[in-house]
């Protein structure tokens, strides 16, 4: 072989190599872009092939589902999401037929068992010759959806219910007074049987009972305007429990602190802020009055939180062990005057959200029955100027 040609060769050989190396750089540079859009996506992305496997999701669809890419791999999508759940039928139909479907009310279990409330479409992926390679499952969570449209209709009742509270309370207060002067007036009359007393002693407390109603729907009517300035949240939650501390040691309450130092301050009325702590520790006390337990309050900091419109946000947590709330119950909990205990009047939540939505904030419930209730209260963080001293 002449020299010439063998250069040639070794010089083809070297062409090919590197032509491979380029093709694979480039092979492994678009799969890491397609990695990158599909992690880079709001709404759960689920890739099956034409037998309706998983063989791919992205992150959004693990935090979506509670499920991670490794654990359903290869598994079929029906035995992921087993029926009434509709994933499967969708992906079934979309293959035969060759055209999207959709189901904008799904409902499907999570990995923990709490079930969820999706929008699902499922697209055909097609082979340049059109035949079937298999369906792209995209997801998304109508669950934030639906809580907001609820509290939307929440925040109207609450805004008619306020007026007409203000309006009831200011009317009824006079005569409250008037009936409470006239028992003590009685009492104080020579000559007033004894045996008569413990009525009006009766009548002192209920009106006392009725004047702390009426105070309730004054605050609840909202007719206090907020005091706005720096406050730092742990210190607020602290101050709590101080305050409620000889309710915890008589219901035999531990109070576990969890409080993250790092939590930048909110911008609020610390003293609007307290009466929505003291509720909520008060609730959770009563909740374990008969067997005592751990009462777990906990702060932490979201640097987006959709809860609050996307800003950053400080979360604080007060979680009981006690008997639970019931589903049904746990819809009503937010309504003016509804409540679980014997001596409540139902309106410590409704203000305690009111003050919150009023901070720009908002108030989650998760309870399960027998399993203890969680209360979140999430406030949005106060302006740069303010949250950089904390």
């Known amino acids: 072989m002449k020299p010439e040609s063998t250069d040639k060769n070794r010089r083809d050989a070297r062409q090919r190599g590197k032509t491979k190396a380029e093709l694979a750089a480039a092979l492994g540079e678009l799969q890491s872009y397609y990695e990158d859009l599909l992690s880079s996506l709001q709404d759960g992305v689920v890739i099956l092939d034409r037998d309706s496997r998983v063989t791919s999701m992205n ?26 759940a509709p994933l499967a039928a969708l992906a079934a139909k979309t293959l035969d037929v060759g055209r999207n479907h959709a189901d904008f009310d799904a409902h499907v279990l999570r990995s923990d068992g709490l079930p969820l409330t999706v929008s699902a479409v ?83 407390r209920q009106v006392d009972r009725l004047n702390r109603i009426v105070d309730d729907l004054l605050a609840f009517a909202g007719t206090r305007e907020l005091r706005r300035e720096p406050c730092n949240v742990n210190q607020i939650l602290e101050e709590a429990l101080r305050l409620e501390e000889a309710l915890l040691q008589a219901g035999r ?3 576990v602190r969890q409080y993250d130092p790092e939590v930048p301050v909110v911008a609020g009325d610390p003293d609007r802020l307290l009466q929505v702590f003291l509720n909520l520790v008060r609730n959770g006390a009563e909740a374990m009055a008969e067997t005592g337990g751990e009462l777990t309050v906990r702060t932490r900091f979201e640097r987006v939180s959709p809860q609050v419109g996307g800003q950053a ?43 919150v939505e009023e901070h720009g904030g908002t108030i989650e419930v998760q309870s399960r029955s027998g399993g203890g209730t969680t209360f979140r209260v999430l406030l949005p963080l106060a302006g740069d100027e303010e949250g950089s001293s904390r």
């Not at 992150?59 to 992921?80: D, K, N, Y």
């Not at 709330?325 to 205990?341: G, V």
Request: no cysteine; net charge neutral; proline share 7%.
């Open 122 to 204: 499922v697209s055909l992926i097609s082979d340049p010759a059109g035949e079937p390679r298999g369906v792209v499952l995209v997801l998304r969570d109508l669950s934030r959806v639906r809580d907001l449209e609820e509290q939307v209709r929440r925040a109207d009742r609450l805004a008619g219910l306020g007026v007409l509270a203000a309006g009831v309370a200011h009317e009824v207060r006079n005569p409250l007074v008037g009936i409470r002067a006239a028992a003590q007036l009685l009492e104080k009359e020579q000559g007033f049987p004894s045996n008569l007393r413990e009525f009006t002693a009766m009548i002192i």
């Open 59 to 84: 992150q959004a669809a693990e935090e979506l589902t509670g499920f991670s890419r490794s654990q359903i791999a290869g598994r079929p999508i029906g035995e992921v999401f087993p029926p009434p």
């Open 313 to 355: 946000a400080a979360v604080l947590e007060v979680a009981d062990r006690g008997p639970g709330i019931a589903s049904e119950a746990e819809r009503q909990l937010f309504n003016p005057f509804f409540t679980t205990k014997a001596s409540g009047t139902g309106l410590g939540l409704p203000i305690s959200l009111r003050i």
């Open 253 to 255: 309450i531990a109070v």
